[in-house]
């Protein structure tokens, strides 16, 4: 039996970027790469929105985010890979008393150099027809929904073709040599002494013991580090093995409506915020309701992140909730854009959040040759470049992680004994 020098399991983008990166630092290392899917990228990757943006309250998800959109904007326009980059922005809504709240941290945010821009409510009102006087309706009065104050604008922010920079990661990893096999799934870590004696039952408590790859539906596979990389599937083999990763599983839908009409054409091109001549992404107040341009499709995204009561739940292939748009979406998104009266899903889907109830940050740590990747909290993909380099830096055993633009990061503060991150304040 071969022994690889790696096995990573998971051929999401965080998975992916992980190999890529480790592959780039120990090139000569034997790295395999094993996902139960038929392709790359295929479970909850596949099923984000597919956006990102430089603007986070953390400093460490600031970073994070910052050197793999820069590294996004290199493989597009230095190396020639289309990644579809579009810059529609970031545009949240806040009403009167949310805004109060929010702006110490803008404020706090601005001292960090982070841009963005604050526009008025007759201004919004005007760009993009927009409703901001809700609460002279009964039925939003009601709802609890609040008028709109203010806007704020963050520029450095857009959305990406997520199937292209997975793909990007596949190739690149496969041109260095790396193997990955699909439809190979892992049901159990592989744990033997680190001296064993050949006594039936090993390892005992007594013994000290260490991951040693994984089995899998095809087959034993060994390696000399395992790396877990599978989101929210990863403690169903974690918990096996006494290891813990704060990563819960939360349901997440999308619904995707047709800019059919005239008054939706003209509020998916909105112009004036941005290059793209687009209605920026735009997040309602609470509940914050949010609106994707889907500019190749000409359609919206729309999707909300409920909490409370919505259950922690492992589903292997989640489905969205018809309801979940006719009774929740619809009803807050028509009171601020009427435009979508009357419209109706042409297709929906739905994914999972891998949440960090924490702290809201990604967590990269090592024990007894096992690594542990993820609980990205819904942004993997706007991270994920950041985070393969750091689960790299780990592998060879470095203190700092170089990430893209040659910034330093220390490993240890994305690890459970020495954590050391700011939680964070802005998770939709």
């Not at 600031?62 to 904007?73: A, H």
């Not at 083999?237 to 813990?244: A, T």
């Not at 893209?404 to 503060?413: C, I, L, T």
């Amino acid at each position: 039996m071969t022994e690889y020098d790696a096995v990573i399991v998971g051929a999401g983008i965080i998975g992916l970027a992980t190999a890529y990166h480790v592959k780039k630092q120990r090139p000569d290392d034997q790295i395999l790469v094993i996902d139960k899917m038929s392709t790359a990228g295929q479970g909850n990757t596949a099923k984000s929105a597919a956006m990102f943006r430089c603007f986070f309250y953390s400093h460490t998800n600031l970073t994070l985010v910052d050197t793999t959109v820069e590294f996004f904007k290199y493989v597009q326009s230095q190396l020639g890979v289309d990644l579809k980059l579009k810059w529609a922005g970031y545009l949240w809504l806040f009403s009167k008393e949310h805004y109060r709240i929010i702006e110490p941290v803008l404020k706090s945010m601005a001292e960090k150099d982070l841009e963005y821009e604050v526009h008025e409510e007759e201004e919004l009102a005007k760009r993009l027809n927009l409703r901001t006087e809700v609460t002279k309706d009964e039925e939003a009065q009601l709802m609890g929904l609040a008028d709109v104050e203010k806007g704020v604008f963050v520029p450095k922010a857009g959305s990406i073709d997520i199937d292209l920079l997975v793909q990007f990661y596949e190739s690149e990893f496969k041109k260095m040599g790396g193997e990955i096999r699909y439809n190979t799934k892992a049901d159990k870590i592989l744990v033997e002494p680190e001296k064993p004696l050949g006594m039936p039952g090993e390892p005992f408590f007594w013994q000290k013991s260490c991951a040693t790859g994984v089995s899998t539906n095809k087959g034993a596979i060994k390696a000399k580090k395992t790396i877990i990389a599978a989101g929210v599937w990863a403690n169903t083999l974690l918990h096996q093995v006494g290891v813990y990763a704060p990563m819960e599983p939360i349901k997440r839908q999308l619904f995707s409506v047709k800019a059919s009409t005239t008054q939706l054409k003209q509020l998916l091109c909105a112009k004036g915020f941005n290059s793209e001549n687009c209605m920026p992404f735009t997040i309602l107040p609470e509940p914050a309701v949010y609106i994707k341009p889907a500019l190749e499709e000409n359609a919206f995204w729309l999707s909300y992140g409920d909490h409370f009561p919505r259950a922690f739940k492992l589903e292997d292939d989640p489905q969205s909730e018809e309801n979940f748009y006719r009774y929740g979406i619809y009803q807050v998104l028509t009171k601020y854009f009427p435009q979508f009266l009357g419209t109706q899903p042409y297709g929906s889907w739905a994914g999972q959040y891998a949440l960090n109830t924490i702290d809201g940050q990604p967590v990269i740590f090592e024990k007894n040759n096992l690594l542990v990747v993820g609980s990205c909290s819904g942004s993997g993909n706007m991270k994920g470049d950041a985070i393969g380099r750091i689960a790299a830096a780990l592998y060879i055993g470095e203190e700092y992680a170089n990430l893209y633009g040659d910034k330093k990061f220390k490993v240890s503060d994305l690890s459970m004994a020495k954590r050391n991150v700011e939680p964070e304040k802005l998770i939709i």
